[in-house]
């Protein structure tokens, strides 16, 4: 892997999920507290900003329609039109619990919506463990269903190139799961603790690559890597301390971005830590396993 390099300086508290759309060759990410949209062109430099005025967002994932997003906002799992700039509310598995936020969302290969919640609470210091949220799946028919129930946080969701074994960070907890896979029917089994990550620092995003090597963001400037055995391979370190987020992308899929955050730093710490709160990028060996697109009926 090449070094780290800073993309796209948004400044943004706390800067997340990058996705890569092949057809638009954009970057989206998103500005979790303010709810904003970021699509980064990587030969240009370009980028624009959509403000969706939706409070949290939890993910900005490309649909079947190049000009439609899907969002999970604070009232509910969206269809964001980049033309008009309005929204279309799906579904809300959260049944409009104000006291909760969306987190991490993503879509399988079958156009499953898996998301969850997360008190609105977390990270500060009003946070009680007791403040819980919970574990979507919405299947195909648009059915919901509950995976877990009572989590503190789960970031990342990620499958692995079989569809056999579903990945996500219990990052409350320091710990990688998993879930057995069936690509006709969703999870099959409950979460499954996989590796104990608190000796490196808290988890938080990950990505996984063709050979289903898995990438580990650590709040503590650091990314951990991990073969498809889940053995250590590499521990990276990163340019800032904050590291929230990766994705992979470009012509190839070997473009690997990380979404960092400068969350609570104040502009004497921000001098040692250039980029916090942007969007960094470094060239891998093995292509990154492509995002699943929602497909809109």
């Not at 033309?83 to 969306?102: A, E």
């Amino acid at each position: 892997m090449t070094s780290f390099e800073l993309a796209l300086d948004t400044n943004v508290t706390l800067l997340e999920t990058p996705i890569w759309d092949r057809r638009m060759k954009s970057l989206y990410c998103t500005d979790l507290f303010l709810g904003d949209i970021y699509a980064f062109d990587p030969d240009t430099g370009a980028h624009e900003r959509f403000a969706t005025d939706g409070g949290a967002i939890g993910s900005a994932i490309p649909t079947s329609d190049p000009n439609r997003l899907l969002c999970a906002l604070d009232y509910g799992i969206c269809l964001y039109d980049l033309t008009t700039r309005k929204f279309t509310r799906l579904f809300d598995p959260n049944g409009g619990n104000k006291n909760n936020r969306y987190n991490d969302t993503r879509v399988d290969a079958w156009g499953r919506i898996f998301a969850s919640t997360v008190s609105k609470l977390y990270g500060t210091a009003d946070y009680r463990p007791d403040m819980r949220g919970d574990f979507y799946m919405i299947d195909i028919d648009g059915s919901v269903k509950t995976i877990v129930s009572g989590i503190n946080q789960y970031n990342a969701i990620v499958w692995n190139a079989q569809n056999t074994e579903l990945f996500v960070i219990d990052t409350f907890n320091g710990k990688l799961l998993s879930f057995d896979y069936d690509i006709e029917r969703g999870p099959v089994s409950g979460p499954k603790e996989r590796l104990d990550l608190t000796g490196i620092g808290t988890p938080d995003g990950m990505s996984i690559d063709i050979d289903d090597t898995i990438y580990i963001c650590h709040w503590a400037g650091k990314i951990s890597v991990w073969n498809k055995s889940l053995e250590l391979v590499q521990i990276i370190d990163f340019p800032v301390d904050q590291v929230c987020c990766g994705g992979f992308g470009g012509e190839d899929m070997k473009d690997f971005y990380v979404a960092t955050a400068r969350y609570a730093y104040s502009e004497e710490q921000m001098k040692d830590r250039r980029g916090a709160g942007g969007l960094f990028r470094a060239k891998v060996e093995t292509a990154g396993m492509a995002d699943h697109f929602y497909p809109i009926k």
